[in-house]
């Protein structure tokens, strides 16, 4: 490996041992579903969003937030000195990624059948800090 590529890549890997991550995989509801609840989050700030999802009516909600605590848990593990507050920890970045799909047939009228695609997601919740823009 050369000395640029193996620079690069150390920088890479402390970018990165400042970010928070959490991951939810095969999560058994629809992407577009979940997208919908990530949109509402993203960008906000950690106590805000948690208040969202609270009191959001949607399913993805209660997922959604069990996801953002676990993320805030990862923070708090990484930075034991930092106070949550006074960082100003916000979501960063979230993303929601199709998982796999159970495919299912239901009878259908004249001998016919349709397939029935249950869809699961993979979720992807990055957190950083209002102090560390430039990473």
């Known amino acids: ?7 690069r890549a150390e920088m890479l890997k402390e970018q990165k041992s400042q970010l928070a991550i959490a991951k939810l995989n095969n999560c058994p509801t ?7 609840v ?13 208040q969202i999802l609270k009191f ?7 997922r959604l937030e069990k996801l953002l605590l676990s993320a805030i848990s990862n923070w708090q593990a990484k930075n034991e000195d930092s106070d949550l507050e006074q960082a100003g920890v916000f979501i960063k970045e979230i993303k929601v990624d199709s998982g796999s799909m159970l495919k299912r ?3 259908a009228p004249q001998g016919r059948a349709h397939r029935i695609r249950k869809r699961s997601n993979h979720v992807t919740m990055i957190l950083g800090e209002k102090n560390n ?3």
């Open 1 to 7: 490996m050369g000395v640029r590529k193996r620079n």
């Open 30 to 36: 629809s992407p577009r579903k979940m997208r919908l």
């Open 38 to 50: 990530a949109d509402l989050v993203r960008g906000k700030d950690v106590a805000h969003a948690l």
């Open 56 to 62: 959001s009516t949607k399913a993805a909600s209660g």
């Open 105 to 107: 047939l239901r009878p």
């Open 133 to 135: 823009t430039e990473s």
